[in-house]
């Protein structure tokens, strides 16, 4: 069943940030010519998709619908603009390519709609069409350490779009093995459900961003490099090297007029150093789990859902006492259900360093000196 899906994975065998408190820069990987009017409005439009892109898990899987329309306008201006004609012509269409997003139509079969295994790896498409033997693979990574899994298709080009293609072989690469092990697939007993079509409807001058999609109606959305941001949710999703992507994010950012500043909205907890203490109640305090409402009068409040309808909610201040960072006071704590709430008693005092934030991630260093990372899905 997992092979089946792999194989599916791209074939039928199957907002730019606005922080107003600070300025900052980081590298979003696009290589194209700023000097050119034409690729400033590009460039302009595919960080709109990345940043569409950033904070949507399970490659579109766990989307909300605003994030999904997000990403889909983002996709369909980028559609419109065209970028490179003839994408299948062009050496840019070479190489691997990682799958960031991909929509998950009705026509999909139920073994593609079910089987979720593969959303824990990272998953990439290779494209070689100017060699001896033409061929789009499909790779499902499992990690540096492990190997991965390779479904290859022969390939042709039928036209500047369109790659035709037909599944012949599979085979796993295990780092701890000298050879490769075969994935007993019967392709020649599928029969057209082994072949299809795969259309590139959007290449990037810069060669970095693909869209693309397949004969089932799906959409993909593929990228080259990926920026420091992706990386880091990448690791948080596999739960590998999380600290290496975080460290490699904070270096990359440079703050251009004044010190970060805390944001208002609600920002989710998507991973932690530490992800328990010696019960729920404490790690609720401590900010452990759930999510993080900060008000820009000080206010800051932590709600974790807990089990049919309740909720732990716990209201305190934020105040900063340094560059970067701040002293937490959380000290009105109950147990709500709908209107009604059962007080808590409980206190809850710590330092927070911020150590990198924008629009959409924040990390900070918090409580026990335990490192945090949040997501924001709600601004005011």
């Avoid at 070479?94 to 079969?109: D, H, I």
């Avoid at 990926?226 to 994010?249: C, F, N, W, Y």
């Amino acid at each position: 069943m997992a092979m089946t899906e792999i194989a599916k994975l791209g074939f039928p065998l199957t907002q730019i940030p606005n922080v107003s408190s600070y300025k900052f820069k980081r590298n979003l990987g696009l290589r194209a010519n700023s000097g050119s009017s034409k690729c400033k409005v590009v460039n302009e439009h595919e960080n709109r998709l990345i940043e569409a892109l950033i904070g949507v898990q399970g490659r579109g899987r766990s989307a909300s619908p605003e994030q999904l329309k997000e990403v889909e306008r983002a996709v369909q201006v980028l559609e419109e603009l065209k970028g490179i004609s003839d994408p299948t012509s062009s050496d840019l269409i070479e190489g691997r390519w990682m799958l960031m997003f991909t929509t998950r139509p009705g026509t999909a079969s139920p073994i593609q709609r079910t089987f979720v295994g593969v959303d824990f790896f990272s998953v990439f498409q290779e494209v070689f069409l100017r060699s001896e033997d033409p061929r789009v693979s499909n790779i499902v990574k499992f990690s540096d350490a492990v190997g991965e899994l390779k479904v290859e298709a022969a390939a042709s080009i039928k036209d500047g779009k369109r790659i035709l293609f037909r599944f012949d072989r599979a085979a796993f690469t295990f780092k701890f093995l000298p050879f490769k092990v075969p994935y007993p697939v019967p392709f020649k007993l599928l029969g057209d459900e082994a072949k299809g079509w795969l259309d590139t409807t959007y290449l990037s001058d810069s060669g970095n961003i693909r869209i693309s999609r397949g004969n089932k109606g799906t959409t993909f959305v593929l990228q080259k490099e990926t920026e420091p941001r992706q990386e880091l949710l990448s690791a948080i999703s596999t739960g590998k090297r999380v600290i290496e992507a975080m460290d490699k994010l904070i270096s990359a950012t440079e703050y251009e007029d004044e010190e970060p500043q805390l944001l208002e909205g609600e920002w989710k907890m998507i991973w932690s150093s530490q992800v328990e203490t010696d019960s729920w109640l404490e790690n609720a305090a401590n900010g452990l789990m759930g999510t993080q409402i900060i008000k820009k009068d000080g206010q800051l409040r932590f709600l974790v859902d807990i089990v049919l309808g309740l909720r732990f909610s716990m209201s305190g201040t934020y105040q900063k006492t340094r560059p970067r960072t701040y002293d937490i006071k959380m000290d009105d704590a109950a147990i709500v259900a709908g209107s009604f709430g059962l007080p808590v008693e409980m206190l809850s005092k710590f330092n927070m360093e911020l150590l990198y934030i924008d629009d959409k991630i924040r990390i900070t260093r918090g409580y026990n000196n335990i490192m945090f990372v949040h997501l924001c899905v709600k601004r005011p």
